[in-house]
């Protein structure tokens, strides 16, 4: 989990793993499967780091701190698996410092938009109506994507993209490994 001592009151960082939401042009609705973390700066410099998981176009589902939570330098595994009909989801977030736990199923809003298994992502990004924090480097670590078979994919033949905003560069990612994606802060 990032501290975000550099960053200003009122910024944010939101992290999470998903399935799909590339566009392949097959489907005129686009849908991602996603879990991870909201990480706010607030006001007084206080941080909070809130776990959810969404299968857009639906809303976020925020996980309540009691159920789970993580805080400032804490590792925390992630994943998101798919039924085989595409219809159901399953997040699972497990803090390995810890030891605390957290699962739940999440479904299709409509058949338009069941899952169709057509990409897998590490992502950073600004949270909405907030200005990106300067979150240093998030490290995704042991990322696999598989198929139904089980079938590996790794991570060494994707594309990253940076995060960009009217122009200004504000993150970077890079392919470390196979198995590790790197994001890091640029700042505007």
């Not at 605390?100 to 992502?121: H, L, V």
């Not at 594309?159 to 970077?172: Q, S």
């Amino acid at each position: 989990m990032p501290d975000l001592n550099d960053a200003l009151g009122g910024q944010s960082v939101s992290y999470w793993i998903g399935l799909d939401g590339i566009d392949d042009g097959t489907n005129p609705d686009p849908i991602v499967i996603q879990a991870g973390f909201d990480a706010n700066k607030q006001q007084d410099g206080t941080v909070t780091y809130e776990a959810w998981y969404e299968w857009f176009p639906n809303s976020k589902v925020p996980i309540s701190t009691n159920d789970f939570s993580a805080s400032a330098g804490e590792s925390v595994a992630i994943g998101v698996t798919v039924t085989d009909a595409g219809t159901t989801a399953h997040a699972v977030f497990i803090n390995e410092v810890t030891g605390q736990d957290y699962e739940a199923d999440f479904f299709s809003p409509n058949e338009d938009t069941d899952a169709r298994g057509q990409s897998a992502q590490w992502v950073i990004e600004e949270a909405p109506g907030t200005t990106l924090a300067n979150f240093g480097t998030i490290q995704f670590i042991n990322c696999a994507a598989m198929d139904a078979n089980h079938v590996d994919y790794g991570v060494s033949g994707g594309t990253t993209v940076d995060l960009v905003v009217d122009g200004n560069t504000l993150a970077t990612g890079a392919i470390a490994s196979d198995t590790e994606v790197d994001a890091t802060y640029t700042g505007p």
